[in-house]
């Protein structure tokens, strides 16, 4: 079994920053990206940033220059550090990590969430 923790959600101005955390552990051998997706009122869950093993980064357009995600393999920890908030970036945030288990089969596993609210 797989556990992924998040923290940092909460509520912000427009404008502002946040910091999310998400720490795996469990059964697993090697994690390969870790990254976050969030889920709007009425939206489709979409891939906000992914980070690599090596360090590689992706970004989704519309956090690109505002969010940075960044990870501690040591640690198994992946976080997302978000500023200049805008209402659009308010969702549930859900860590993700596609890793290797003890028997070397490749799994993705989302974390349960974690609010972040926008105000205006």
């Known amino acids: 079994q797989v556990q992924l923790v998040e923290s940092g959600g909460g509520l912000v101005q427009a404008g502002g920053s946040l910091r999310l955390s998400c720490a795996a552990s469990?059964?697993?051998?090697?994690?390969?990206?870790m990254g976050w997706y969030r889920q709007g009122p009425g939206k489709q869950r979409e891939l906000v940033a992914v980070?690599?093993?090596?360090?590689?980064?992706n970004y989704v357009d519309p956090v690109k220059g505002r969010f940075t995600i960044s990870r501690d393999n040591a640690e198994n920890t992946v976080y997302l550090q978000m500023n200049s908030l805008k209402p659009e970036d308010t969702a549930v945030y859900y860590c993700?990590?596609?890793?290797?288990?003890?028997?070397?089969?490749?799994?993705?596993?989302w974390g349960q969430g974690t609010q972040v609210t926008v105000s205006s």
């Open positions: 469990g059964s697993i051998f090697r994690i390969n990206a």
């Open positions: 980070i690599s093993s090596g360090g590689g980064t």
């Open positions: 993700y990590a596609h890793y290797y288990a003890s028997d070397l089969r490749p799994y993705d596993y």
